[in-house]
């Protein structure tokens, strides 16, 4: 598993988010995304996402490959990983290419990021709907690291792809007889920007 912390980022999210992390299975290219508000909450994300992983997949991981940041040499991380029996790979400092993969990644979930609020004309406080979004659509979309879709080789399922829609078109929510009258509209117009997370 690669990972990688991004941020701060120059606007807060809707949540007050300034910083999210980014997990990446080595085999299938899946990849995860959590959000945070302060770099110290890597390692309870790290233990979130391991735990989610083993409950999703019956897999354990085995390595866990970061840039040495400080974040991630807290010694409760540590601590945890030699527990868990996660050997932690680390990176040499001040070169961004031996973490390549999640620095890819994170890059390019900005630029997708980037580019969908410019088309929605959004304010970028909606950074994290974007990036949540494009972590979606990269798990997806067929890779040329890998011989199908990410998703498709992390779950072992073909992906349903027909719930797709466009980030920031017009959605429809439907608003129940008991709190409107005979004459008020039966939905509300809203913008898209993406599905919820489980």
């Keep these: 598993m690669h ?6 980022l120059p606007v807060h999210s809707h949540c007050s988010y300034q910083y999210f992390v980014t997990f990446i299975d080595d085999s299938s290219r899946f990849a995860s995304v959590s ?3 302060e770099k ?7 233990k979130s996402f391991i735990t989610w992983v083993e409950l999703e997949t019956g897999q354990r991981d085995k390595i866990l490959h970061s840039d040495g940041g400080g974040e991630y040499l807290a010694g409760y991380i540590k ?6 029996g996660i050997k932690h790979k680390v990176t040499t400092p001040n070169t961004l290419q031996h973490n390549g993969v999640a620095k890819c990644l ?3 979930l900005l630029d997708k990021a980037r580019a ?14 974007a990036v949540n979004y494009a972590t979606l659509l990269h798990n997806l979309s067929p890779s040329c690291s890998i011989s199908t879709t990410p998703s498709e080789l992390y779950t072992g399922t073909k992906p349903d792809v027909l719930q ?3 980030f920031s078109c017009m959605a429809h929510t439907h608003v129940p007889e008991k ?3 005979k004459l008020s509209a039966h939905s509300l117009s809203c913008t898209f920007l993406g599905f919820s997370q489980q």
């Design 3 to 8: 990972t990688d912390v991004c941020g701060p």
């Design 35 to 37: 959000p945070l508000w």
């Design 40 to 46: 110290s909450e890597v390692g309870k994300s790290i």
């Design 79 to 84: 601590d945890y990983l030699e527990e868990c």
């Design 106 to 108: 994170n890059r390019m």
């Design 116 to 129: 969908m609020l410019a088309d929605a004309n959004l304010p970028k406080s909606y950074w994290l709907e």
């Design 164 to 166: 797709l829609r466009m």
């Design 179 to 181: 709190s409107c009258d």
